[in-house]
């Protein structure tokens, strides 16, 4: 069993593109192949957003699976799960530096992982086909 909290810094995160992660994960019913138990939005304060996930993992991860799964949450908090794929590899082919994602593994397999800055292409929830990148001026506040 795995869990992971996640943490999604304010104001680059909303409240919407958490439940999005959450709505998304609960009705697929597993996070890449892996059952999920438990997905949930677990606290809310004025810096972070949490999401607690507990999932089953079935199989070893890699270092570029683990990876992949962390930048994936990203592509969902964009709301780019449907996007065309080349805008979904626009995101997926960056690094968790670039997109500044940060992780502690503890030795009971738990994870912290932050998520420092929103998605840098976002799909509005009014309009999926507007994709537009991320404003330079939102990111830098």
């Known amino acids: 069993m795995a869990l992971w909290h996640l943490m999604?810094?304010?104001p680059?995160?909303?409240?919407?593109?958490?439940?999005h992660i959450v709505y998304t994960l609960q009705d697929a019913g597993n996070f890449g192949g892996f059952p999920i138990e438990k997905i949930g939005i677990v606290r809310d304060t004025a810096d972070l957003l949490y999401i607690d996930m507990q999932f089953r993992i079935t199989i070893g991860l890699t270092q570029d699976t683990f990876e992949n799964m962390l930048k994936y949450l990203l592509v969902l908090s964009g709301r780019l799960d449907t996007a065309p794929l080349s805008v979904y590899f626009a995101v997926m082919q960056k690094s968790l530096d670039d997109l500044q994602i940060t992780y502690q593994r503890y030795?009971?397999?738990?994870?912290?992982?932050?998520?420092?800055q929103g998605p840098p292409i976002v799909a509005p929830a009014e309009d999926k086909e507007r994709l537009?990148?991320?404003?330079?001026?939102?990111?830098n506040q």
Do not use: H, M, P
């Open 8 to 10: 999604f810094n304010k």
């Open 12 to 19: 680059a995160f909303t409240k919407g593109q958490a439940k």
């Open 107 to 116: 030795e009971d397999r738990s994870l912290d992982v932050f998520f420092w």
């Open 132 to 139: 537009r990148f991320r404003d330079d001026e939102q990111s």
